[in-house]
């Protein structure tokens, strides 16, 4: 009896030596364990929590346009720009101890490892916030135990490294919600339209439901599995004592009211422009010496959401189907800011933007940088000049050119700078360019902006020469800006992801590209083309525009066999328009021919409509008269065609119209000698 006693307490006392054994193996290796772990965090360093941001842009007003993106649509917010109900909700659903562990649930983790051991697979997931977070960002959601070791340290990492608020914040950013959108911000926008710190306590539930997985609980996808699943993330919201039994019974019974539609209207918005923004914006982070594919760029852009809506939609009106192209650009004569951009009749079909990258022949619509050269030298609106059919010799006499004019028609009399520019004769304007030389008027382009290079030839005062509608309309805004050389821009400040301003758009200098005489004279000239019939075959080449016209505008159009121009602007508004075929195929069809002017004359009434009608106002130096238009001399009673029209005050006529010797020069067709004549407009008079 007594060795039977003394056996068993023998067996019990080896019993316990063994398992206090076992427990000093089990935490010598969770010590070594522990040891290793934070070696091997010291060792490694705290990881990155760098992941790629969405660029997003900004109208003039602040609203957002669109974004750029490099792999992963994802806008950063902090959790104070989340709202508590979906951090609660994330927390309830997710891991509702996340603030109490170091990055693992241990009795998760045990519960799921033992129902992979009766299932024989990986089948339940035990992943902390931490853990989740660590796989979102480094590694895959293929389900082994290897890509769990890995998890798990990282998340071990993390934890050491970093607060809980930081790996919250950087879990909500992160977590994948379908249809291209990572993280929260940019799933409240998707789905509801929203910022996420806008989110009601319904709307925070299906966004936390769909992290489950995306594909299954889509409220897009999947309606009815998404409000299973909504219902699921109230009920242990509830539970967690984050909302009470009578929001959560509301919050069920509310209707879910998507908001995609509206996103996808978002992404339609001036895609040529905001190219445009980009190449902009990778030249300015450049010279600050940021690199663009941080991303996290916030670009408040100078597009108006009404001028950008209203050429987009004049264009879809007005364009004929017929393969014809089109480039429109508007921007702001004291800014230079660019207030809408029109590349293409469809960017989805070809994103070459043709207002910036083509370079098309402008034809007339170049006479006014001509005309600017020839003010500059000594020309005024009254300046005449015969108008017959004219050969002209250049090349050192082995080439010459015979201009005609559109209708086929020459003047049977000398014609002032102003009836030329209104009805856009050639051989005025040639004559013009032989007498100012090649050399000013090259000089007068580069310093309006136009940047080509213009052969020795004749027949480019008629806008042979090859340019870009942007150059062109940056040319025609530095005349309404009285002169000042604006140069147009896209951007008015950037900040990065840290909200810190990186760029802001300094202001204008006043450089001049010319006079602000010589520009305002140019302006007047340039409403002539809106004016009547100056007689019986010369016709200004606007009429057709002057039944919609309801304010003052200066404007030029240009037509070659194969392209059209047509650039002008208000006080305030410049816009300009190219309208051909890709390829130059000829214009034949009167459709596409008229398609230009119609497209500039209503966009420009709907961009002023409820402003009122701004005049031009002149300048000092310069002085108005009325004058007569057949002979340019000071109108009196007995001249019947009498207008206003602005000079110089040393280019005021001396002559009344009645002067015999004035009228006998003018009909004898004797006009090179520089002499006055008229400009008409009823908005001047």
Known sequence: MRRTVFVKKRKRQVTIRRIMLLAVMALTAALTIFLSLRIYAQITGAPSLSVPKATIFLDKNGNQIGDRFSLERRYWVSLDEISPMLIDAVIATEDRNFYKHNGFDYRRIAGAVLKDIKTMRKAEGASTITQQYARNLYLTHEKSWSRKVNEALYAYRMERFYEKDDILEGYLNTVYFGHGMYGVEA???????????????????????????????????????????????????????????????????????????????????????????????????????????????????????????????????????????????????????????????????????????????????????????????????????????????????????????????????????????AISDNIYAVKTLEDIGYKKFSKMAERLGIDTQFPESPAVALGTSEVTLSDMTKAYNRIASAGVAVEPMTIYAITDAEGKTVYEHPEQKGKRAMTEQDAFILTHLMTGMFDPVFNDHLIATGISMREQQSRPYS???????????????????????????????????????????????????????????????????????????????????????????????????????????????????????????????????
Request: aromatic share 10%; proline share 7%; charged share 25%.
């Open 187 to 421: 799933a409240s926008r998707f789905y509801f339209g929203k910022s996420a710190k806008d989110l009601t306590l319904e709307e925070s539930a299906v966004i936390t439901a769909i992290a489950k997985g995306p594909s299954v609980y889509s409220p897009v996808d999947n309606p009815t599995r998404s409000k299973e699943r909504q219902q699921l993330v109230l009920s242990l919201m509830e539970e967690e004592g984050f909302i009470t039994e009578q929001q959560k019974e509301r919050a069920k019974k509310e209707p879910i009211r998507l908001k995609t539609q509206e996103w996808a209207d978002t992404k339609r918005v001036a895609p040529y422009f905001l190219d445009e923004v980009w190449r902009e914006a990778e030249r300015l982070l450049a010279e600050k010496g940021r690199h663009p594919a941080e991303g996290g760029w916030t670009i408040r852009t100078t597009l108006d959401p009404h001028h950008q809506q209203t050429a987009e939609e004049v264009i879809a009106k007005w364009m004929p189907d017929s393969g014809l192209q089109v480039g429109f650009i508007s921007m702001e004569p004291n800014t230079g800011a660019i207030t809408s951009l029109v590349g293409g009749v469809d960017y989805a079909e070809s994103p070459f933007n043709r207002a910036t990258q083509a370079k098309r022949q402008p034809g007339s619509a170049m006479k006014p940088i001509l005309y600017a050269a020839a003010l500059e030298n000594g020309y005024s609106p009254l300046t005449f000049l015969s108008t017959e059919k004219t050969v002209f010799t250049y090349d050192e006499g082995r080439s010459t050119y015979v201009p005609n004019n559109v209708n086929g028609k020459f003047a049977n009399q000398p014609i002032s700078l102003a009836q030329a520019i």
């Open 555 to 685: 404007a030029k159009s240009g037509t070659t066999l194969s392209d059209q121009y047509l650039i002008g602007f208000s006080p305030s508004l410049t816009a300009g328009i190219w309208n051909g075929f890709d390829k130059g195929v000829q214009l034949s069809n009167p459709i596409d021919k008229a398609a230009s002017k119609k497209i500039w004359i209503e966009f420009m009434e709907e961009a002023h409509k409820g402003k009122a009608p701004e005049p031009f106002l002149p300048p000092p130096g310069v002085s108005n008269v009325k004058i007569d238009v057949e002979t340019g001399g000071i109108a009196v009673s007995g001249c019947d065609r009498q207008r206003f029209v602005y000079v110089k005050e040393k280019d005021i006529p001396q002559k009344l119209c009645t002067d015999r010797a004035l009228r006998e020069q003018r009909s004898s067709g004797k006009g090179d000698d520089k002499k006055f004549d008229l400009f008409p407009f009823s908005f001047f008079e």
